[in-house]
């Protein structure tokens, strides 16, 4: 009977609940807006979490996107989510500094580039990340399933 009580105490709190979740990497359309969902889970909660300040008509999904940030959209009135083509797969942001021009061999510390190694770009991947295959060669990287190496 305890233990009852117990779990019934425990989901009191209903607001703080998610009515979904998707395993990413997933696209995802917020209010005409398109995001890419790279890593980890895609949660939907509904109404948003801050019920003070939105209505029971809109949706809060939090996310990490492709620059491997995580994103809290709030108050969102309309959106899907959904997979890819199997051909298409999703890539974490390639930055701007990964192009045929960048014929570098050596990261900025003088390091040399390795080959197949992934590099991030900026602060923690911030501006993006790339594979390096060779002097002005550089490759996406694919978004990462939680599934995956299971």
């Not at 989901?11 to 979740?21: K, L, R, T, Y």
């Not at 990497?25 to 948003?48: F, Q, R, W």
């Not at 594979?131 to 399933?145: D, I, L, M």
């Amino acid at each position: 009977m305890a233990f009852l009580m117990a779990l019934t105490f425990s989901w009191s709190g209903c607001e703080n609940i998610p009515s979904g979740v998707s395993v990413a990497p997933k696209l995802i359309e917020a209010d005409g807006s398109l995001y890419t969902a790279c890593e980890g889970y895609i949660t939907v909660y509904h109404p948003s979490r801050d019920i003070a300040d939105s209505s029971s008509q809109t949706y809060e999904i939090t996310f990490t996107d492709d620059y491997g940030k995580a994103r809290d959209l709030k108050d969102v009135k309309a959106y899907t989510i959904r997979k890819t083509e199997p051909n298409l797969p999703l890539n974490y942001a390639t930055p701007a500094g990964a192009n045929p021009s960048d014929t570098t061999t050596k990261e900025s510390n003088g390091q040399p580039l390795m080959v197949g190694h992934t590099y991030w770009f900026g602060k923690d991947g911030d501006q993006g990340r790339a594979k390096w295959a060779g002097p002005g060669k550089w490759e996406p990287v694919p978004c990462k399933s939680p599934l995956d190496g299971r």
